[in-house]
């Protein structure tokens, strides 16, 4: 083989090696712009939402949900959706330092209070109903496994709309609240279904409705919480009864 033939033979294999690259670069930038501006999974590091959703359940969002957001940024470009009451969303917490997951409970000119811990929504009371089967908090601390459990219903415009929420009884900070919110213009306000173990609206004020980047749909994937398993193991016990479980 002549040099001549040696050199375009290696200049043929650096240009393969270059179209590799830059293909595998075009490939980690879609996913980036994918995951950036149309879907992302978030791994859930509090009990705020317990019992719909748990600690360590990572949660897949569509980010399509109510517009179109800036690529590598959390600021939405487009809107074609307003959150409505029921919603699960995802928004940047007050101090900008994480995500928070939180339920939509009031819209632009709600009156939200609280009638013995049993919310009301404009003077009217959310429809509550304790559950007696728990099976559902099998899997958490002793405290929580001690809450009351409810489904609470009319959140939501769709006859059947409904979600499980837990609060005290007769104690804790959702019975003792005697604060009446009023919901400004362009903003919701959100809380969190563990109610008096969620930082919420209640707390740092409501939410810019714009701001909202995402709407949780399922739990892609969950593994316990080390805490509560009380196991020392190597890999992550995996709650399979978690995965692509919906969300509502």
């Known amino acids: 083989m002549s040099y001549s033939d040696k050199k ?40 705020s939402m317990i019992p719909t959703i748990k600690i360590n359940d990572r949660v897949f969002s569509n980010k ?14 487009i809107s074609w959706a307003s959150p409505q009451r029921g919603d699960i969303v995802l928004f940047q917490s007050p101090q900008g330092e994480t995500t928070f997951v939180k339920r939509v409970i009031g819209l632009e000119g709600d009156r939200i209070s609280f009638d013995d811990g049993r919310l009301t929504i404009n003077g009217r009371p959310v429809v509550e109903e304790e559950r007696q089967e728990r099976d559902i908090l099998s899997d958490q601390a002793p405290q929580i496994q001690e809450k009351p459990l409810y489904w609470e219903s009319g959140l939501g ?22 604060s ?20 919420d609206s209640r707390i740092w004020g409501t939410v810019e409705a714009k701001k909202v980047y995402g709407k949780a749909l399922f739990v892609l994937w969950s593994t316990k919480d080390p805490e509560v398993d009380g196991k020392d193991n190597i890999l992550p016990s995996l709650r399979f009864e978690r995965f692509f479980k919906s969300l509502h």
């Open 8 to 47: 375009m033979l290696a200049k043929s294999g650096s240009n393969a090696f270059l179209r590799e690259v830059y293909s595998l670069a075009l490939i980690v930038l879609v996913i980036f712009v994918l995951r950036s501006s149309i879907f992302n999974f978030y791994v859930i590091p509090t009990g």
């Open 64 to 77: 399509l949900s109510y517009g179109l957001m800036l690529p590598f940024s959390e600021t939405q470009i």
């Open 157 to 178: 415009s769709r006859d059947g709309d409904g979600h499980l929420m837990l609060r005290g009884r007769y104690a804790g900070p959702t019975f003792l609240n005697r």
């Open 180 to 199: 009446t919110y009023v919901v400004p213009q362009g903003h919701i306000f959100c809380m969190g279904d563990n109610r008096d173990g969620s930082s």
